[in-house]
Nanobody, 122 residues
C-alpha cells in the first residue's frame, strides 16, 4: 500500500510558477513510476509527467515539455512538479500517482493522491 498526498496548488496568474509536492508513504518499489496527472474541469484526466523512482528517467506530455519539470527525492519519499510559464489551460486538479509500469496512461497507476487544485488566471 502506497499513500500519496499532494500539496502546493493555488491561484496564480498566467506566466507565474508553482511547485507541487507529493509526499509518499508505504513501500515504493524500485521499478515504480511516479507520475503527475491533471484533470481540467469537465474533462478527462490527462498525463503530465512521470519519473522513474530508480534512475530518474522522465517523460512529459507535449503540453508540459519545456515548461514543467518533474523530480524526486528518494530519501524523503517526495516527488515534485515545477511548473513555469503557467497558462490558463493548465487549470486543473493535479494528482500524484504511483505504479509499477512507468506509464503515460492513468490505467498504469495503482495509487493516487486526492489532488491539489491549480487555477491560472489570465
Amino acid at each position: 500500500q502506497v499513500q500519496l498526498v499532494e500539496s502546493g496548488g493555488g491561484l496564480v496568474q498566467a506566466g507565474d510558477s508553482l511547485r507541487l509536492s507529493c509526499a509518499a508513504s508505504g513501500r515504493i518499489f524500485s521499478s515504480y513510476g511516479m507520475g503527475w496527472f491533471r484533470q481540467p474541469p469537465g474533462k478527462e484526466r490527462e498525463f503530465v509527467a512521470v519519473i522513474a523512482w530508480t534512475g530518474g528517467r522522465t517523460a512529459y506530455a507535449d503540453s508540459s515539455k519545456g515548461r514543467f519539470t518533474i523530480s524526486r527525492d528518494n530519501a524523503k519519499n517526495m516527488v515534485y512538479l515545477q511548473m513555469n510559464s503557467l497558462k490558463p489551460e493548465d487549470t486543473a486538479v493535479y494528482y500524484c500517482a504511483a505504479g509499477p509500469f512507468w506509464a503515460r496512461s492513468s490505467t498504469g497507476y495503482d495509487y493516487w493522491g486526492q489532488g491539489t487544485q491549480v487555477t491560472v488566471s489570465s
